[in-house]
């Protein structure tokens, strides 16, 4: 009952959540995530309320509205001559087949003055698992306009590795769901032979979800690009961010 008012009002604030680069140990990216702080002090957070958006459709709006906020994050770095640290963004699959969906996101870039090459856009692979032919138009269309495309939570579903022919796609984040043992030899096996598969392929690799030395170690020997996770850093306000990444370019890259 509240959704749009909420909107109206940027109850839904940013948090980001760092990427780090395992061969630096820097920033490389940072995933842009969402908490409804309401009116009434009550934070509130995605699981409580994306499902319900995703289902009557709002998901659309939101998505939209995380996506400038990105951009606008972006601008404002830029204006105060700071670096600006790239962030990604996720992207439902109502939006991202929106027939107007690439001239929004080209009109958020005019309006900010912004490169696209800043922006990565998460999608979840699913879509990838739907109609390929549709994805990849779309996909391509993105990557025109100089946007980076993501394919989210591999391995939280139904995953296929099917999904990794698709040559569209150039970054692959592996779901926190495979990071649960990390004594467990059949799940090391399986995120090994991830990863291998992505590295002959091409794309970068994003690990999330992971907290513990013992799965950053496993990583770097397997050589993923970035983890996102607890271990390193939690989803933090935006003031806390631009202290440690942005004002402190020592600590990104």
């Known amino acids: 009952n509240r959704m749009l008012t909420a909107l109206e009002n940027r109850e839904f604030t940013v948090y980001y959540q760092p990427k780090v680069n395992l061969a ?6 940072a995933e842009a995530l969402v908490r409804w702080q309401a009116d009434s002090g009550r934070t509130i957070y995605p699981g409580q309320f994306i499902p319900l958006f995703e289902r009557n459709g709002f998901c659309v709006n939101l998505d939209l509205y ?4 990105a951009c606008r994050q972006i601008r404002s770095w830029l204006d105060r001559g700071l670096d600006p640290v790239p962030i990604s963004v996720n992207q439902s699959k109502l939006l991202f087949f929106d027939r107007d969906y690439v001239r929004n996101l080209t009109c958020l870039l005019d309006r900010y003055q912004i490169t696209a090459s800043l ?3 998460e999608i979840l692979e699913g879509l990838a698992l739907e109609n390929v032919d549709e994805l990849n138009a779309r996909i391509l269309q993105l990557q025109e306009k100089g946007f980076r495309v993501s394919l989210d939570d591999f391995g939280s579903g ?3 590795f099917s999904v990794l022919i698709n040559p569209r796609i150039t970054t692959l984040k592996i779901d926190r769901s495979l990071f649960q043992n990390e004594n467990d030899l059949r799940e090391k096996t399986l995120i090994r032979y991830i990863i291998q598969t992505a590295k002959e392929l ?5 690990a999330e979800g992971i907290e513990t030395k013992g799965y950053v170690d496993f990583l770097k020997e397997l050589g993923c690009d970035y983890v996102q996770g607890f271990y390193y850093y939690k989803p933090m306000s935006v003031e806390d961010f631009e202290e440690l990444f942005v004002k402190n370019p020592i600590t990104s890259a």
């Open 158 to 160: 139904y995953s296929s």
């Open 202 to 206: 091409n794309m970068t690799t994003v």
């Open 66 to 69: 995380m996506a400038e906020q």
């Open 24 to 29: 630096t140990g820097k920033i490389g990216c």
């Open 119 to 121: 922006i990565t856009l």
